[in-house]
């Protein structure tokens, strides 16, 4: 079992920065594949971003190429999301998620790929 725990969030101005962490507890952190979804009232929850356990391999949503990037910190168990030139479309709850992946550089890209989840933290981008 794993849990998940996002911060960082908050209120920022367009074109802005924001760093999300989130910190892992449990089970072995740095044999996960982690990442980042996030969702807006009324939307599905949309894929961002996600690093495999090595950090070698990342993929990234077409919507923050260039603007976001994450990385990963196995001896402190905490996977970073750094969030570049914000627009308000980057605005909804942001999630943290992990899946094992048995230390290969498989990343999954899909939720439902996904066994765990943290609570969320809400990001706002004004205008």
């Known amino acids: 079992q794993v849990q998940l725990v996002e911060s960082g969030g908050g209120l920022v101005q367009a074109g802005g920065s924001l760093r999300l962490s989130c910190a892992a507890s449990?089970?072995?952190?740095?044999?996960?594949?982690m990442g980042w979804f996030r969702q807006a009232p009324g939307k599905e929850r949309e894929f961002v971003i996600a690093?495999?356990?090595?950090?070698?391999?990342?993929y990234y949503a077409d919507s923050v190429k260039g603007r976001f990037t994450i990385a990963r910190d196995n001896g402190k168990n905490t996977v970073f999301l750094q969030m570049n030139s914000l627009k308000p479309e980057d605005t909804p709850v942001y999630y943290c998620?992990?899946?094992?992946?048995?230390?290969?550089?498989?990343?999954?890209?899909?939720?439902?790929?996904?066994?765990?989840w943290g609570q969320g933290t809400q990001v706002t981008v004004s205008s």
């Open positions: 998620a992990a899946e094992v992946t048995e230390y290969s550089d498989y990343v999954p890209v899909l939720s439902y790929q996904y066994d765990y």
């Open positions: 449990g089970r072995t952190f740095s044999n996960y594949a």
């Open positions: 690093i495999s356990w090595s950090g070698g391999n990342t």
